[in-house]
């Protein structure tokens, strides 16, 4: 979710973008500059997206919505997971409560792993087809790029949610174990 290379910008116009290279993510935009920095040294500028810029489109705004309820989500689910395996371990026998804990966090990680998915697709579609964000000239970046590439943050979200939906696909299919009493002779 923090992750800033959501797409990567690759901009014609280096005068304020010195690499030619800008990275946008959800939550905000940056790139390095050597402008009004001494020679040698160069300095990475980010701006934080607000709720008032009407140019940002409102798949970056779903897609912070969207992580935040994953990250709840997921917090919910490893709690429900985690009382339920401290039921198994300190061996309580309340089966009911063992198998709802697992569910409960069996729902709550295939919900986290959707709310992750969304995005991720989504971000990925507008990487494909080139579509570009007219961002306000405080931002000092093109409204298209020459070209953009999918950033780390696809991959890693792609990983997430496969284990997220793994992860909630276990707990889902927990069965208390059945015990039999048995008897050795000696």
């Known amino acids: ?5 959501w797409r990567v910008w690759h901009v014609n116009n280096t005068t304020i973008i010195s ?4 990275w946008v993510g959800i939550w905000k935009v940056c790139f390095i500059s050597y402008l009004h920095i001494s ?4 300095e990475q500028f980010c701006h934080k997206f607000s709720g008032y810029d009407s140019s940002i489109p409102h798949e970056i705004y779903a897609a912070q919505g969207l992580m935040l309820i994953a990250m709840f989500a997921g917090l919910l689910g490893l709690a429900a997971t985690i009382l339920a395996l401290r039921n198994v371990y300190m061996g309580i026998t309340h089966k009911t409560l063992i198998t709802r804990f697992f569910l409960m966090g069996g729902f709550f990680y295939i919900l986290a792993g959707l709310c992750v998915l969304i995005p991720v697709s989504w971000n990925f579609y507008s990487v494909a087809h080139n579509q570009s964000i007219a961002f306000p000239p405080s931002y000092y970046m093109p409204s298209s790029p020459a070209a953009q ?7 890693v979200g792609i990983v997430a949610v496969i284990l997220l939906l793994l992860s909630g696909t276990f707990s889902l299919s927990y069965r208390i174990p059945v015990t039999t009493d048995t008897i050795t002779k000696s």
Request: proline share 10%; aromatic share 0%; no cysteine.
């Open 1 to 5: 979710m923090g992750i800033v290379e």
């Open 19 to 22: 690499s030619g290279i800008a």
């Open 149 to 155: 590439e999918a950033g780390a943050a696809i991959p």
């Open 39 to 42: 020679p040698g040294h160069k």
